[in-house]
């Protein structure tokens, strides 16, 4: 409603004196204060009537009805809890305003540079930075209204997506890379199909005073010169965020400031500007700091009247000055811009045709996620990183003295935990103790998971507790033992070490069997004569496939002489960039312990100065983490698809917005309040809850239990103020909202129900002056 509106634009805070509430209005000290408010009445997103209550008085004025009413709504509105929804994947950030560094298909990748994706940014791109614009020149003999062209090029060799040790912060981790002496990007300004045609004898006189945009701001040419071979190769600019013809003695103010002409000398080549009672004296086309503020003077008039000077400047406020000088740095406010360059750009026949501005850094700049970086030349426009973006999963390795294990999970959501052991401090074995191992051959060397596997015992009972992979035609893998095997009643029983559950099926000797373990039929043979189990399909060839895509493989032969447990993973074959096939051991040192050997990760570099592990990443994506100094554990975080930057460029004043890890989002779920959270005072009376008791001790039987003996119902109010105050009753919260009339206690609950606008609600109590429903100030706190 438009009177609630109106409230929020209450008079600022009178006098803030704290005291406290029970001097001021005789309330108790409470376990909650205003400051909570909508707790102890709306708990964990839930207002339950069985727990609180508002409470008006059944003769009470249509006001306290109304108050109530408002009070309900907004505790309606709290009543939420957040809820989490699966979003499918990370949520990649955006902006605001500007364009992401990504194309059709092309993304940038993990060795990549800008120019690789877009190598140009036009209008198309960036309307309000990069909008063509035209060069209207009515200044000096030459007059040119010619077309113009913007674009930022960024540079072959800078920008690049990089997994490496910033040198200034020595954390290993994604950036986006600027070397040193390498042009991030070049600003071109290009006439259209013309050329702008000046005198270079009198360069200045054809352009200064000339205006145009660049970059979505006015710049005003304030001094020009062409070289000896009649080239231009000079410009003086002036920039600036308001630009206001002042006249003598009229102040202006422009944000904070207060600015006023002096005067104009006689010539009407300098002017004097006052700022914040600072005065200085500035000749035309030049910037000073006055009173804190940047002002360039682009124009004086000295106007002299009889009776009074009327000197007026044009004035360019919180300005900048740019030199553009052919073949120098660009110089802003007097100082050079390390880094930049300029390169006039004129036809054969001496006319402007242009310029270019480029920039590079003199040391190696990384942006860490979250970081962005200003042009620094005209400070028009930054580039933001966000990190990158992926949904990935992690495979790990450890590896402990003498056992360990491959953990990773399947691609039907699965975790799967391979074990491994030292066997007889010879060898490493798949299993998780010297009696509970992997597939054999021979004596004890192992071999890995494939058709034809063996257990050849001297009795058939000694295969129980084996280990095998079970891979499907769909590449679902499943670590499975052999639990049971029961020659009396040839019956063969195996075990999903994920699920625990077990599949049972009935055997004869000599034959082959299979068993359903739900994903797919294991198909082994159990001969009783030659103590053997031979296994017809395990893997039957296919690949072991994770859940986002990764294959994990095992070399074919583990006996070798060594002990070496050779494991590979390879990225997804479709991936783009193209993936790479990483490989590790796990082996037995002079110590006769286990530990992992260094995969062959190109790049891995110290995470941070003093960390034991190393980090890299491939192009594709894949994060690999090793601990160096222990060779215990080894992780991939690997990446449903080639992982990707978030790389934005846009105007200065743009904002990021979103972005997550993805997988859920918090929803907000409304809780519907149920009938019954409003009663009548005589119906309160037996309560024992939380209350909003909305009326005064004469309007209400609550609100005069809670405020105790007193002469007069109005004992403790003054006409024109209202009170929010707290009490304790019955061991729960009473929460006052009353005033000396029905007008002033609807004021309150208006206040109340706006609670989140008044930061003055603080305290066990406070007292409102009212002089309307739309003029409330705060005149004390406790």
């Known amino acids: 409603m438009n009177v609630k509106k109106a409230v929020k634009r209450v008079a600022a805070l009178g006098a803030a004196t704290a005291l406290v509430g029970a001097t001021l209005f005789g309330a108790v000290a409470q376990t909650y204060t205003l400051d909570d408010y909508p707790q102890p009445f709306v708990m964990d997103g839930v207002f339950d009537p069985a727990q609180a209550v508002i409470v008006v008085g059944e003769k009470a004025a249509t006001s306290d009805v109304l108050g109530a009413i408002e009070l309900a709504a907004s505790l309606q509105a709290e009543a939420v809890t957040l809820t989490p929804v699966d979003v499918g994947g990370p949520i990649e950030p955006t902006v605001d305003n500007g364009v992401k560094i990504a194309r059709s ?12 994706i877009d190598s140009k940014l036009t209008d198309s791109d960036l309307p309000e930075l990069l909008t063509d614009g035209v060069f209207d020149d009515s200044e000096g003999d030459n007059e040119n209204e010619v077309d ?3 674009e930022i090029e960024f540079g072959v060799g800078s920008g690049q997506l990089v997994f490496e040790q910033d040198d200034d912060t020595e954390v290993t981790g994604s950036y986006l890379k600027m070397p040193k002496n390498v042009d991030f990007y070049m600003y071109t300004l290009d006439f259209d199909g013309d050329t702008v045609a000046f005198d270079p004898a009198d360069a200045n006189d054809d352009f200064e005073g000339v205006t145009f945009e660049l970059q979505g701001n006015e710049y005003t040419i304030t001094q020009a010169r062409a070289d000896s071979d009649d080239n231009l190769d000079r410009l003086k600019l002036l920039v600036g965020d308001v630009v206001r013809w002042v006249a003598q003695d009229a102040p202006i103010n422009v944000g904070d400031h207060t600015i006023t002409v002096v005067s104009v000398d006689e010539q009407g080549t300098k002017c004097g500007v006052e700022v914040d009672g600072e005065t200085k004296w500035l000749n035309v086309g030049e910037t000073k700091t006055v009173g804190g503020l940047e002002v360039g003077v682009l124009d004086a008039i000295a106007v002299h009247a009889e009776l009074a000077d009327q000197d007026t400047c044009e004035l360019s406020l919180g300005s900048q000055e740019l030199i553009l000088e052919h073949g120098q740095e660009v110089q802003v406010n007097g100082e050079d811009v390390d880094g930049s360059d300029v390169d006039f750009r004129n036809d054969s026949d001496n006319q402007w045709d242009g310029f270019v501005i480029s920039w590079a850094p003199e040391d190696d700049t990384w942006l860490a996620s979250g ?13 933001i990183y966000e990190g990158v973006t992926a949904e990935t999963e992690m495979i790990t390795v450890d590896a402990g003295t003498s056992d360990g294990s491959l953990v990773f999970t399947n691609i039907d959501g699965a975790e799967v935990e391979v074990p491994f052991v030292a066997y007889n401090d010879t060898v490493v074995m798949f299993g998780d103790d010297e009696d509970k191992y992997g597939l054999l051959a021979g004596t004890y060397g192992q071999v890995a998971w494939a058709d034809g596997e063996i257990c050849d015992v001297t009795d058939l009972a000694d295969c129980e507790g084996l280990y095998f992979m079970g891979v499907s035609d769909g590449n679902e893998a499943r670590l499975l033992e052999v639990d049971t095997i029961d020659e009396g009643d040839n019956e063969v029983t195996i075990r999903d070490l994920s699920t625990s559950k077990t599949y049972t099926e009935t055997y ?4 082959s069997v299979f068993v359903d373990v739900g994903y797919m039929e294991v198909e082994l043979t159990l001969d009783e004569t030659a103590d053997s189990l031979e296994f017809t399909t395990i893997e ?8 986002l895509g990764a294959i994990l493989g095992f070399a074919d032969d583990l006996t070798g002489g060594v002990g070496v447990l050779t494991m590979t993973l390879e990225e997804d074959a479709a ?6 096939t990483m490989t590790w051991d796990v082996e037995m040192d002079g110590d006769e312990e286990l530990y992992i050997g260094q995969p062959d990760v190109p790049a891995l570099e110290e995470e941070e100065d003093g960390s034991d592990d190393v980090i ?10 090793y601990d160096e100094e222990n060779n215990d554990h080894l992780e991939f975080t690997y990446p449903e698809e080639g992982v990707y930057a978030n790389v934005f460029v846009t105007p200065i004043n743009a904002n990021v917005l979103a972005g997550g890890e993805g997988g859920s989002v918090n929803a907000e779920r409304v809780n519907k309040i149920p009938v019954g959270m409003s009663v009548l005072d005589v119906d309160a009376e037996s309560m024992t809850k939380h209350m909003i008791v909305v009326g005064g001790p004469c309007a209400n039987t609550v609100a005069d239990e809670i405020t105790g003996d007193k002469e007069s119902c109005v004992e403790g109010f003054e006409e024109g103020k209202a009170k ?5 009753r019955r061991g729960k919260t009473a929460l006052l909202v009353a005033g000396y009339t029905a007008q002033e206690t609807l004021a309150a609950a208006y206040v109340l129900a706006d609670y989140g606008d008044y930061p003055q609600l603080t305290g066990s109590a406070v007292e409102l002056a009212v002089a309307s429903l739309s003029d409330v100030t705060f005149v004390n706190a406790g």
């Open 540 to 547: 039957g060839g296919n690949d072991i496939e994770t859940e």
């Open 575 to 580: 991936g783009d960039p193209a993936p790479v």
């Open 724 to 728: 929010l105050a707290l009490y304790t």
């Open 148 to 150: 113009f062209d913007q």
């Open 105 to 116: 298909g092309e993304d940038l990748n993990y060795g990549e540079e800008l120019a690789d």
């Open 371 to 383: 970081d962005s970086f200003t042009d620094p030349v005209l400070g028009n426009w930054k580039v």
């Open 616 to 625: 890299g990443t491939t192009d594709y994506g894949t994060t690999v983490r």
């Open 508 to 511: 004869v000797s000599g034959n």
